[in-house]
């Protein structure tokens, strides 16, 4: 009996210490990749405050000179207000139409057990691998006269959202109740009323997460602009770093200083969003 309650201590002992030394190599492998993914960060943050040349050559990490002027060059730029304005228009306002639409057809395809609910969000999650094409994309805003609009870039980034903010929201409304609607039903409550005053409510904890990964998608994008928007002065944030950088002149600590100060919106609103963000990501996708 005492031979078998050792050699038990002896397993359990042997397991934790097989425990501790994988929790140990699993630390040492994140702090790994933590330091492979900062240190770029931490090149940016360091180079804003350096001088041209220095900032040119990459020889050395820590500047030699703290040369706190960038940022007061930066901002100093003629056409960085109109900038900013085209920046929270576009953004703003395409994620206000995308969680909108997302949240009503979500609520139709969620609610509703027919064909035309679940070839409709077959359609949507089709979205999710198709890439966008360009070339189509252009002929067709030129056909509309979108094409150079803010409004005509608006529409595009919202098509784009919407397949995974309709995956996200259709997960977490299948996760409500349908007691819920039935009760509501029965104190009078239309159809509209029902996804205004109780399901909408209830859908913060995804808002939140599809409005912070919509912002960090079109607040950093330069693709979309560049393709879609040929005056500058309707060109976002992004855009501007084109400023700095010439044929023959490449100003490069300005250019970390301008995304530092171009990227601060959306580090401060991942921070103070941040529970929302996780469990509403986790409750659509495990819901869904």
């Given at each position: 009996m005492t031979t078998r309650t050792s050699s038990g201590a002896a397993r359990n002992g042997l397991a934790k210490l097989a425990?501790?030394?994988?929790?140990?190599?699993?630390?040492?492998v994140l702090t790994v990749a933590a330091f492979f993914y900062f240190f770029p960060v931490l090149m940016m943050i360091l180079g804003s405050f350096k001088s041209s040349m220095e900032a040119a050559s990459f020889n050395k990490l820590w500047p030699e000179v703290w040369e706190f002027g960038n940022f007061r060059q930066v901002l100093s730029g003629d056409r960085i207000l109109q900038s900013l304005k085209n920046s929270v228009c576009i953004s703003f306002l395409s994620i206000f139409l995308t969680i909108m639409l997302a949240a009503i057809a979500s609520?139709?395809?969620?609610?509703?057990?027919?064909?035309?609910?679940?070839g409709a969000y077959f359609l949507f999650i089709a979205g999710l691998v198709a890439p966008l094409m360009y070339i189509p994309t252009i002929k067709t805003l030129q056909f509309l006269n979108l094409m150079n609009t803010l409004t005509g870039l608006i529409l595009v980034v919202v098509a784009t959202n919407l397949p995974f903010a309709v995956f996200l929201f259709t997960g977490f409304i299948k996760g409500i109740p349908r007691e819920l609607d039935e009760s509501a039903f029965v104190d009078g409550f239309g159809t509209t009323r029902i996804f205004l005053h109780i399901i909408?409510?209830?859908?913060t904890p995804v808002i939140t997460t599809q409005a912070i990964l919509s912002l960090?998608?079109?607040w950093n994008d330069l693709s979309?602009?560049?393709?879609?928007?040929?005056?500058?002065s309707k060109w976002t944030l992004p855009m501007l770093v084109y400023n700095f950088i010439s044929q023959y002149v490449r100003n490069w600590n300005?250019?970390?200083?301008?995304?530092i100060m171009v990227s601060l919106p959306v580090v401060a609103l991942f921070i103070f969003g941040q529970k929302h963000f996780v469990s509403g990501l986790m409750s659509g996708a495990v819901k869904g």
């Open positions: 425990k501790g030394k994988g929790k140990l190599l699993l630390e040492i609520f139709v395809m969620a609610r509703r057990k027919s064909g035309f609910s679940a909408l409510p209830l859908l960090v998608g079109v979309m602009p560049l393709f879609f928007l040929n005056d500058s300005l250019v970390y200083a301008f995304l």
